[in-house]
């Protein structure tokens, strides 16, 4: 058997449109990783530093998985690697464990490529008895993915496509509000995907006096709280979500400011894009 090397890519796969998972062997990382966790991936010497979630793992093999969109200059860069590459580095994980005890019934709410991390939540909260009901929302068939997987740890699964191509026409929060009006009571709401969608669910929810959790994406840089690039205002105080999260009470993230950061690059990104556009193609070996 060949041997592998520390941050090789030992497959890729399409998800869906512009959406592609890794898997990286990588044992330390693997023994360590839980639900809600996080890395930081650079892929080569001139790459930028790219936190992705853990959306899967397995211990004995000694592998983690992470799914990304390939959106801007690096996402679009990393999708370029081929297997057996050997990624410059890897660091991880990082960033607080959901927190799974105590809570009877759940509703996880995931949209885009956010439903990634809604399968090691909805896992995890499976494994301690808890009733799960799973909300996916994506804008087309297309663009959704792990349905399979999520069922699998799921009791109830319920689908939302923007266009009505699969599933409820309509967004997660359509379903969600159905779902309390007929009566569902939930002891904790778990969001994760576009600020946007994170905001309305938490808006929703908070009308309905429902515990609600967010795991919040801001822009990143150094995934260990020292750089301050995340910073996010929650409850009126300056938290990290890098080292204070990535979940914080939704119902106290500040998400018009979230919103505005998350925005604030978009020129020099596409910039980058061109850029990347113009370059001759990247051989790896």
């Known amino acids: 058997m060949t041997s592998r090397q ?11 449109e512009s959406t592609t998972l890794m898997r990286i062997y990588h044992p330390k990382i693997a023994k360590k990783v839980k639900a809600g966790q996080f890395f930081i991936v650079v892929a080569d010497e001139k790459s930028e530093r790219i936190p992705l979630t853990a959306a899967d793992w397995d211990r004995e093999e000694g592998w983690i998985e992470m799914v990304f969109l390939e959106i801007g200059y690096s996402t679009k860069k990393l999708g ?31 949209g885009g490529v956010g439903i990634a991390n809604t399968y090691p939540v909805a896992r995890a909260f499976r ?33 939302c496509t923007d266009d009505g191509s699969v599933g409820r026409k309509g967004f997660v929060s359509d379903q969600l509000k159905d779902l309390l009006d007929s009566g569902e009571k ?10 946007i969608m994170m905001k309305v669910v938490s808006e929703l929810t908070k009308a309905y006096g429902v515990k609600t959790i967010a795991s919040l994406n801001p822009i990143m840089l150094c995934g260990m709280g020292m750089c301050g690039v995340c910073r996010v205002t929650v409850g009126g105080q300056i938290r990290f979500a890098c080292f204070h999260g990535p979940e914080f009470d939704a119902h106290q993230v500040d998400f018009n ?6 925005a604030m690059y978009r020129e020099e990104e596409q910039v ?9 193609v990247v051989k790896y070996e």
């Open 6 to 16: 520390e941050g090789e890519i030992i497959k890729k796969e399409h998800l869906a």
């Open 127 to 159: 494994e301690r008895g808890t009733e799960v009901h799973t909300i996916l929302g994506a804008r087309s068939a297309d663009r959704l993915f792990y349905v399979e997987k999520l069922r699998g740890v799921s009791d109830k699964l319920y689908i």
């Open 80 to 110: 370029m690697l081929p297997e057996g590459y050997v990624l410059m580095n890897l660091v991880g994980p990082l960033g607080n464990p959901t927190h799974v005890e105590g809570y009877k019934k759940v509703a996880i709410v995931g």
């Open 186 to 195: 939930f002891d904790l709401v778990f969001t994760v995907g576009p600020a």
């Open 272 to 280: 980058m894009l061109k850029k990347l556009e113009e370059e001759e």
């Open 257 to 262: 400011e979230l919103l505005a950061r998350l």
